[in-house]
């Protein structure tokens, strides 16, 4: 069976600080991996996805993830935050084959501090 | 703009009652999904469809119903044998092709549902 594990429930960090989201996740198999972004009170929406190809991935608002399977990771970074980034993050990731029952992480919430 | 909506936004319900979610999606995707989130915990899956007419449970389905009459819609049914039916739900959709399908989900904007 597929897991996802975020480490950090919380990570406070000054505006226009770096700032690391980790993300783990156990699987046998290959994988496509997720990261989504829910703001209060909305639904969830995709930040940036690995398929194939290119380790580093680029996603929307300025993030980047990097998947690294030797150390099956998909940490999600941004070099300079702003305080619109304030929301929780979801780490995800699927089988590459078949049904994707996607696996969600318990979500990481990002605090900006101004 | 294509994209999934779902209502209500926001729910109040007397212990005993049964309360349906709905959801509707107009990207023509095969594949719908209900989830549960509470604080900490992340979502889990409660019902997901693949096909009109048919449907499977997820991880966490007793308590809850669902149909899937049409393809664009999905509701779900949380009725009075949910334990602890407060919770925000989210309603998910995906490509199902085996071509293209790569498990990425769009979430409509959610329902607050309060047990009172």
């Known amino acids: 069976a597929q897991s996802v594990t975020q480490l950090d429930s919380q990570v406070p960090v000054f505006e226009e600080a770096p700032v690391e989201l980790r993300c783990n996740y156990s699987?046998?198999?290959?994988?496509?991996l997720f990261w989504y972004v829910q703001y209060p009170n909305q639904g969830l929406q995709l930040l940036l996805k690995?398929?194939?190809?290119?380790?580093l991935v680029k996603g929307i608002n300025g993030f980047e993830a990097e998947f690294n399977k030797s150390q099956t990771s998909f940490h999600l970074r941004k070099p300079s935050v702003h305080i619109s980034d304030t929301a929780e993050y979801f780490c995800?990731?699927?089988?590459?084959?078949?049904?994707?029952?996607?696996?969600f992480g318990t979500g990481t919430k990002l605090q900006v501090i101004p | 703009d294509g994209g999934i909506t779902q209502s209500p936004k926001y729910l109040f319900r007397k212990e005993g009652q049964n309360v349906t979610l709905s959801c509707e999606q107009n990207?023509?995707?095969?594949?719908m999904y209900w989830y549960r989130q509470d604080p900490g915990q992340g979502l889990r899956l409660i019902y997901y469809?693949?096909?009109?007419?048919?449907?499977q449970k997820g991880d966490i389905a007793e308590g809850y119903s669902v149909s899937r009459e049409k393809k664009e819609s999905f509701p779900l049914t949380v009725t009075s044998a949910q334990k602890n039916p407060t919770a925000f739900y989210l309603c998910?959709?995906?490509?199902?092709?085996?071509?293209?399908?790569?498990?990425?989900?769009?979430f409509g904007e959610g329902s607050r549902l309060t047990v009172l």
């Open positions: 469809s693949q096909i009109v007419n048919d449907f």
């Open positions: 998910a959709s995906s490509i199902l092709d085996r071509g293209t399908n790569t498990g990425e989900l769009f």
């Open positions: 995800a990731v699927t089988y590459t084959g078949g049904y994707q029952k996607v696996t």
């Open positions: 699987s046998s198999v290959s994988v496509y």
């Open positions: 990207l023509n995707h095969d594949a």
């Open positions: 690995y398929l194939s190809g290119s380790t």
